[in-house]
């Protein structure tokens, strides 16, 4: 890369690194390979990040200084304009100095309906209730927090009609904050919780249908720790959760964090290049978030015997010892278009019920 590179320019190459350093892509090799992807990995992460934020400090910067320069312009201009007025101010004042009294006259009775009216308005609140004044305070304040934030809670459909402390006892323990990057590159936060045991049915918080994404860890936090803006909080042990969660400063591990859009790149090879285990992990999520917000178009593209079910079945069972042979046969004949279409669609049904928070 070049110090003239752009956003654009640079994701496109961080990309390109990932699907060869990624460690995914090298569980078979030897521990100290794998240690070196790592560490190479990590170098990457830091690079790109570098590289990111400097392009928002520049583009920060630029758009100060175009708005310092509109400012400028704009105070110009109407100091033009003030020196035209003062200018015809004092061309009038020999034609408007016989209507200067009748207009005091005017500004003056006025005045005195306005000081009358307000003081019959001051009497009238004064007679009011001050019970309810409060009460109509807290359904303002109320209503103006919601109005920032809708009121979230568990989405699932087992979740529709059931009270929070009927959750399952074990749901407390399950709750971790997770990272999604949709197709814009853009990074969300949310929580996952899983309903049973087996942890195969998982809850989101949502409001009015959407999944609700947070702009950064810190957002998420105080938005958890507001207990009286949602309803996540009515499971039972939700302290503990807190605790958990609000505690620390990092972001979700990489078992939590998932990459739509490092799912997109992948398609633009061939299925033999695609990585299993991001394939695997990424589908579950997206089976989930289908299954907890009845993305009904979402769930058919994952049903029992679609393409994409046995695309899965064969990423499943590609490091296998002997199903793996035919899995990576099937594989490198299989014709990835129809595929890639297919997850083109599911990301965007998911990602139509996305709601950003800051």
Known sequence: MTRESSVAEIRERYLLLVQI?????????????????TQQMQRINAAYKQLRDTHEREARARQDRERQARERQTRERQDRERQARERQDRERQDRERHDRDREDREREDREREDREREARKREARERKDPERQRRERQARERETREREHPRAQWTH?????TSPQEAPSS??????????????????????????????????PGA????????????????????????????????????????????????????????????????????????????DLVRELAVAFSIDDVLNLLTVGSPLDHLDDLFRAVDRPIAGWGARRQLASLQGGQASTLWRKAIRGVEERVRWLR
């Open 21 to 37: 350093w990624h460690p995914d892509r090298h569980q078979s090799s030897a521990a100290s390979v794998r240690a070196e992807v």
């Open 157 to 161: 459909p087992s979740c529709t009609g």
């Open 171 to 204: 749901m407390a323990s399950t709750v971790h904050p997770i990272a999604i990057a949709l197709r814009s590159g853009d990074r969300g936060y949310t929580l996952r919780a899983y309903l049973d045991d087996q942890r195969t049915e998982a809850a989101f």
């Open 208 to 283: 009015q249908g959407h999944l609700l994404l947070f702009r950064s860890v810190a957002s998420l936090r105080k938005y958890l720790a507001r207990t009286e803006a949602h309803e996540l909080a009515g499971i039972p042990d939700w302290e503990s959760v807190l605790d958990r969660i609000g505690g620390t400063e990092t972001e979700p591990d990489d078992e939590n964090c998932y990459e739509f859009d490092l799912i997109l790149h992948s398609l633009r090879f061939a299925p033999t290049q695609w990585i299993p285990s991001l394939f695997i992990t990424n589908r």
